[in-house]
């Protein structure tokens, strides 16, 4: 990938290049909101690892329907400074089979991935100012199951440029065994 200088682009340039690449990620079916396109790709990585159906936006408790019918709620997060304290985004509800959690590096690397029983969510401590229970990274590691290569191969199809996914992949998602 050839490097861009951003420090050379003015406010407005910088505004319109997060424009167009939310546009591409669109056009690629890889976002579906103009929000930060993190959590948008993270529902994406899961449902090419795990098939079935991407719920419409406005569903509650959950992202993906997989063929078995189990639901799954996705929650993603960069890397941020505050380490294993880092807190991912609340859950409201935990009408779900199971949580999907992705953490991404600074250039966004699918570094680590766990997957949570919606029971054992339930278990975790109430927030009232929030209405929610927002687990932090070190909680999900301590009680999440590893699934880490199974998301890496999905994010690594996803990963790949239009012209090359169209060679190296079929254009469907293959049922999972």
Not at 45 to 69: F, M
Not at 113 to 122: N, P, S
Not at 161 to 172: C, K, Y
């Amino acid at each position: 990938m050839t490097s861009v200088d951003l420090t050379a682009l003015g406010v407005q340039d910088l505004l319109r290049l997060d424009g167009a690449v939310l546009a591409e990620l669109r056009r690629r079916g890889l976002v579906r909101t103009g929000n930060k396109p993190l959590g948008d790709v993270a529902e994406a990585v899961v449902h090419a690892a795990r098939d079935g159906v991407l719920e419409p936006n406005s569903t509650k408790s959950h992202d993906i329907t997989t063929p078995a019918g189990d639901r799954i709620q996705v929650k993603a997060m960069g890397v941020r400074s505050a380490g294993t304290a880092a807190k991912f985004g609340a859950f409201r509800s935990t009408d779900f089979t199971t949580a999907v959690f992705l953490v991404f590096d600074i250039d966004f690397n699918l570094i680590e991935a766990r997957e949570v029983d919606a029971a054992v969510i339930e278990q975790t401590r109430l927030v009232t100012h929030i209405n929610g229970r927002q687990p932090t990274l070190r909680w999900v590691r301590t009680v999440g199951t590893d699934v880490t290569a199974e998301m890496q191969a999905a994010w690594a199809g996803l990963n790949q440029t239009p012209a090359r996914a169209a060679i190296v992949a079929p254009m469907h998602h293959p049922a999972r065994t």
